[in-house]
């Protein structure tokens, strides 16, 4: 068991073992922020297991605890031997302080009730004998006034899941560095700060039919050269997905979460089916083993319908309520996407009787050659009752994924989400011949894409996010 503490609340995330915890306490956190002169806004801490090694390799975890959040940190682990070590950034992510190179090698037993850890701190910039300066602090509930613990971006016992690693020296913060924690809120979607926040991707084809984009590549040249904040792990559900192969489909989910961590985007895990209410058994197992894995990490988002075709409202939300649930139980507070009927375009309907959650948004999807200014006004509707809407899934062309490209109407929509920050995912990222692919056909998927690899939707949807 590994547990975060920070202020008055908690967050424990199992391991495998059964053995006793012990409470290590991190002495001396600076309550001001003031390190060798200069303000500190986030610190990193490092605990590196390197016995028992029975369990897996030795296991690294990696905090990230911001001056709001904490000015003391605490955490709980296995009896055991570790490394621990810490290191101080400023806003611009230049390092400050870090743990002394003599104590960086300082072994630590951890079996007592309670292990205190007093680390020398060296400045970033000279020898490893600088003095350090420290002061004692409390701890402090964040600034926003909720009982948000820090970020938990990976645990022990998963190997599946590697906890994203400090930002490098000199490096900026990553978007959801800045952004952390999502809420849908009076029809916005808001950031740790309580600020509305836009998030534009692409949406990746059925898992089960584009397999050569389902890579780590794919997700790093998302970001680095679209400049994209958000990417959709559209998992394929029926014909072929995860119903019938269900681990090789969460492997591919996985990879794609473990990348978007790394390079600091937000992910949508996608139940990409359209019949969801025949089988809310699986689907609820599925968010469930999803919520245990990523309840603490502020990228993951979880859309439990993606497209509604014949059912009803009740229908949608009874299960939704059920996939919910599921979620809830697991103490996990990411937002939920929730589908509407009629290929996700009847949120008006869900703005009369909305799902009753702290943390929930509708997805409105739409193709700009088929669907223009009546769709438009239900989306108007259902933001004037509150619901924060999300477009999962959008194309510039019809709405059978081919023909007719109407970039025109592609550009009022653009300015409807952008009017209302709305966030976005483009479909698809795949090069499938048909109009609504990003690339064209035989683009490789792990290479650097040219401007001609691109179609025209993923041209304009690049520059969109660019």
């Not at 025949?278 to 993606?306: C, K, S, W």
């Amino acid at each position: 068991m590994f547990t975060v503490q920070c202020g008055e609340k908690s967050v424990e995330v199992p391991s495998v073992t059964g053995e006793a915890l012990t409470e290590v306490s991190i002495l001396n956190v600076p309550s001001e922020g003031a390190l060798e002169g200069r303000p500190w806004m986030s610190m990193d801490v490092q605990v590196e297991r390197i016995t028992p090694t029975r369990m897996l390799e030795p296991t690294k975890i990696f905090e990230r605890i911001t001056l709001e959040s904490a000015v003391d940190a605490r955490f709980k682990l296995s009896s055991g031997t570790y490394h621990i070590t810490a290191s101080y950034w400023d806003a611009k992510g230049q390092k400050i302080s870090e743990t002394c190179s003599e104590d960086k090698g300082r072994v630590h037993s951890v079996e007592g009730s309670q292990y205190q850890v007093d680390m020398r701190l060296c400045s970033g910039t000279t020898s490893a004998d600088a003095t350090p300066t420290t002061s004692t602090g409390s701890n402090q509930r964040p600034s926003d006034g909720s009982n948000r613990t820090p970020n938990t971006p990976g645990t022990p016992s998963t190997p599946s899941t590697p906890p994203t690693p400090p930002t490098p020296p000199g490096a900026p913060l990553s978007f959801v560095d800045q952004h952390g924690w999502l809420t849908a809120r009076n029809g916005k979607l808001l950031d740790k700060t309580g600020q509305p926040v836009q998030l534009k991707g692409m949406s990746l084809f059925w898992s089960q039919w584009s397999t050569a984009f389902w890579n780590r590549e794919v997700v790093a040249q998302l970001k680095t050269q679209w400049k994209s904040t958000l990417i959709r792990a559209a998992m394929g559900v029926e014909e072929g997905g995860y119903l019938a192969n269900p681990d090789a489909e969460k492997s591919r989910v996985k990879l794609i979460v473990d990348e978007a961590m790394k390079q600091g985007i937000y992910v949508i895990i996608d139940w990409h089916d359209h019949n969801a209410v025949n089988h809310p058994d699986q689907a609820r197992d599925f968010f469930a083993e999803m919520a245990d894995l990523y309840g603490q990490t502020p990228n993951v988002i979880f859309e439990v319908y993606n497209e509604p075709v014949n059912q009803s409202w009740d229908q949608v939300k009874g299960y939704a309520q059920t996939v919910i649930g599921a979620i809830r139980s697991k103490g996990a507070k990411n937002l939920v996407i929730v589908g509407s009927p009629s290929w996700s375009q009847r949120v008006d309907l869900a703005a009369d009787n909305p799902i009753q959650d702290s943390n929930v948004a509708y997805t409105l999807h739409f193709y700009s050659a088929t669907h223009r200014q009546d769709l438009r006004d239900k989306a108007s509707y259902a933001l004037s009752k509150g619901l924060t809407l999300f477009v999962t899934e959008f194309g510039v062309c019809d709405a059978s994924g081919n023909g007719n490209v109407d970039l025109a109407e592609s550009d009022q929509w653009m300015n409807f989400m952008d009017r209302y920050k709305i966030s976005w995912a483009n479909w698809s990222l795949n090069d499938k011949p048909e109009s609504a692919s990003a690339l064209k056909p035989g683009v490789n998927g792990k290479a650097i894409w040219q401007d001609g690899d691109l179609t025209v939707s993923g041209s304009y949807v690049k520059s969109k996010m660019k």
